[in-house]
């Protein structure tokens, strides 16, 4: 049996990644962060190097799931230094490593199928320097960088609630036209386990569902689940941007699509959720996120 470490396991793709180990019976699961858990859990922080060599004993994989959140002014120091602290006591321990890590490192879109070696990394925001710095922190000590696209599911504050609040408020950009690559955080969690056993070393991977969906598709399928109404109005790219800014609306109205193939030839299993088909708990989870006052698109959030 294999004692997997989970780092920052109180988020969102984090939390995600311990259901899906605990369900493993050849996986121990350890958890790290710096909110307290049940179970084997080590609270602290990954700056710390003897925090993070107390959560490494024993370890033979590691899930970096931990981020800076948005607006942290430290973003790069938490991601960079903490993520360097994380790999060389992994590598003492002989532990493997591997990041949850985004395609916002590409910047702005459009992307269209990209793949993992033709991608240059031009991020725009500091969380996605953030996340980049971290990446190659991780391939020079030889891990595994998997980048998720936009991903949805229980815990999910940013893509649905944000995209419907918008929709809900200006209506269709572009007419909900552009493709989007997404991913089901259990899907994402699943394929960060696999990929930490069989992925390449100091490999990178693109992580999400295989078929593509439009924006329209997307949130048509969520609203009708939710039992909510859309705006039927169309607006100008210009227009949006008027209000969201340019970053926002790239992420919603360019074309962001990558090119997944390489990861899921590692993994036994393909995904099991269907973007436009949520699930019960998924309703219950969006309805409740979106009864909670908010603004438009929450600072800070699009990477």
Known sequence: MLTVLVVGASGFVGSAVVRAAAGRPDLRVRTMSR??????????????????????????????????????????TTSEL????????????????????????????????????????????PLSRARAAAEEVVR????????????????DRWLIPTAISVQRALGWIDAGRSRHTVIHVDDLAGGLLAL??????GATYHLGNPNPVSV?????AVASSLDIGLNPRDISRAQAEQVLGPRLVSLLADEHTYDSSAAWAKIPTGPRHDPTRPTQDEVAWYQRVLAEPAALARPGAAE
Do not use: K
Request: charged share 20%; with cysteine.
């Open 35 to 76: 909110t307290v858990l049940p179970g084997d859990h080590v609270c602290g922080d990954i700056i710390e190097a003897s925090d993070t060599r107390a959560a490494l004993v024993g370890v033979d994989l590691v899930v970096h799931c931990a981020h800076a959140s948005p607006g942290d002014p430290a973003a790069m």
């Open 82 to 125: 903490g993520t360097q602290t994380l790999c060389r006591a992994a590598g003492r321990q002989g532990a493997r490593v591997v990041l949850a890590s985004t395609t916002a490192v590409y910047g702005n879109g459009p992307h269209r199928n990209l793949r993992e070696e033709r991608a240059p990394v031009r991020p725009v925001s």
């Open 140 to 155: 020079s000590y030889r891990g595994l960088v998997v980048r998720a696209p936009l991903t949805f599911g229980h815990g």
């Open 196 to 201: 930490a056993r069989s992925g390449g070393a």
């Open 216 to 220: 329209r598709t997307l949130l048509e």
